[in-house]
């Protein structure tokens, strides 16, 4: 992985770094455009299901001002991204097929479903 102390220079769309020679140790510079970057970092974003132990840099959750600061470095535009997301379709009521309209979705837990916890009730006490 990649520190931040190793990023030497991002100027004109380019990211220059340093990073340590597997086969030699020795310590060499390299220069990428900004999307094959975020493409070499990304590779060590785990897949979904596992966690990571600590946050670092940009990924860290107080950094979202970092985050926006790179969308306008590298020119990314939201409403391209969102271009290859196909529609959903229609969801219709059961009752009536009229189209429903989504208020508030929310996100499935991962893993295995929990059971509610029990319900306590109060038992009735008959008067001696």
């Avoid at 086969?23 to 999307?35: D, F, H, I, K």
């Avoid at 969801?91 to 508030?104: F, H, L, T």
Wanted: charged residues 20%.
């Amino acid at each position: 992985m990649i520190r931040e102390q190793d990023i030497v220079v991002c100027a004109d769309g380019k990211v220059t770094f340093r990073y340590r020679d597997a086969q030699s140790g020795n310590m060499m510079l390299r220069t990428v455009s900004g999307p094959e970057f975020l493409w070499l970092v990304l590779q060590h974003v785990l897949p979904k299901g596992f966690r990571r132990a600590r946050n670092f840099g940009f990924l860290h959750p107080n950094c979202k001002h970092l985050i926006a600061l790179l969308h306008l470095l590298l020119k990314f535009i939201p409403t391209l991204a969102s271009d290859c997301v196909k529609p959903r379709p229609a969801v219709r009521c059961p009752c009536c097929g009229a189209a429903m309209k989504i208020v508030k979705t929310r996100i499935p837990a991962s893993g295995p479903p929990r059971t509610p916890p029990p319900v306590h009730t109060a038992r009735a006490t008959s008067a001696r």
